[in-house]
């Protein structure tokens, strides 16, 4: 079935506490549900609660989620009102969740209204959310929120694509490519920032596409890459950055036991590491690697971004370490990832391994990197 609850309503009426399946409660802070017009929110959230607000009847939620989980979404549309204060919150809607780890999702910065990145758009891989990966114009868009009443949001999915309309006719922001490889699932409702007060959520709409009806938003040009950019990585399985901290010299054993995948870079030319694992749950950091055969002995430049910190190696030896996590170099410091930052690579003739270790905490876990002149060397 296109959808489980076919054109689903969701006018807001009384508040019913159910219980939920445990394997999708667990880790969550409430255990509960609530119910909407017969439509069950599992509760991931401090606050979920039917009250009145403006005039409505209003869904009240603050410090998380709320989870459709008996929805299953494809393409559609995903309609609501909120009203919430000018403060440090996020508010938006998640879709085609496969879990509560693995989802698309648009979000709405309340405290940064007018501002070219108060819309973000970013995919949640393995619980991770990658907005410090995805931040150009196909990703965030400026948005004029009304802080007094009611703002209109709608969500228009087709295929791969995406339009969100926020209190226009028009879309503010085209998504051009989802970036995870999710199809159809749930659908969540989100409200959060610390400390933040609560967002009200009313005339929440989730119905499939109508005749006629689909994405209409062109695309904006992206940053172009720089020549060489790279486009596959080996990563490691993940292990504790405590093993690589201060570490100038690796010893031959700190691969051992780690296993390796190939992960393609983005239509960025990023690597969002968090496609292969939770940095919460099976450890901060990863190895990124690359050999490099040379013909000679030579210098050459890396030009790459990352997020968080990195320590890189060449043949062992630590060549750059950096921090570029949120807030770490002065407090309007974002830690969004480009192609920033370059080193030299005194290359030896034959085999170089070049082992970045990539450390996450949160917003992006991610590698990028690009050797523009390749003469003389094979990169495998």
């Known amino acids: 079935m296109f959808y489980k609850l076919w054109g689903l309503i969701l006018l807001l009426a009384t508040v019913t506490l159910l219980p939920i399946h445990a394997a999708k409660a667990q880790n969550q802070e409430r255990t509960e549900a609530i119910s909407l017009s017969g439509q069950s929110w599992r509760i991931a959230t401090r606050k979920a609660e039917i009250t ?42 998640g879709w085609r969740a496969q879990d509560d780890e693995h989802f698309e999702e648009v979000y709405f910065r309340g405290h940064l209204n007018e501002k ?64 995870t490889k999710l199809n159809r699932g749930a659908i969540s409702l989100r409200s959060s920032g610390r400390g933040a007060d609560a967002a009200y959520f009313s005339n929440i709409v989730i119905r499939p596409l109508t005749a006629g009806e689909g994405v209409i938003g062109a695309a904006k040009p992206a940053p172009r890459l720089p020549d060489g950019t790279i486009g596959q990585w080996d990563i490691s399985s993940p292990f504790d950055e405590s093993q690589v901290k201060d570490v100038l010299q690796l010893d031959g054993s700190i691969k051992d036991g780690l296993k390796w995948q190939s992960l393609n870079v983005e239509t960025n030319g990023i690597a969002n590491l968090a496609k292969l694992s939770n940095p919460r749950k099976e450890g901060n950091t990863v190895f990124v690697r690359l050999v490099v055969r040379s013909n000679k002995r030579q210098m050459r430049k890396l030009q790459f971004g990352y997020s968080d910190r990195v320590r890189v190696y060449l043949n062992r030896k630590q060549v750059y370490g950096g921090d570029a996590g949120w807030k770490v170099r002065d407090y309007r410091f974002l830690g969004t990832v480009g192609f920033f930052d370059t080193v030299g690579l005194d290359l030896k003739a034959g085999h170089n391994e070049l082992l970045v270790a990539v450390s996450e905490t949160f917003g992006g876990w991610a590698w990028a990197g690009a050797f523009e002149d390749r003469r003389g060397l094979v990169l495998q």
């Open 52 to 93: 009145e607000y403006l005039g409505r009847r209003v869904l009240a939620l603050q410090g998380g989620r709320v989870w459709a989980d008996d929805v299953d979404f494809s393409d559609g549309v995903i309609s609501f009102d909120v009203a919430y204060k000018e403060q440090t919150i996020f508010v938006g809607a």
């Open 116 to 179: 070219p990145d108060a819309s973000q758009y970013t995919p949640v891989e393995n619980g991770n959310s990658a907005w410090q990966i995805f931040s150009d114009g196909n990703a965030t868009a400026s948005i004029s929120q009304n802080f007094t009443g009611w703002n209109k949001v709608k969500i228009v999915v087709q295929g791969d694509k995406a339009d969100i309309y926020f209190n226009s006719v028009a879309p503010i922001l085209h998504i051009p490519n989802l970036k």
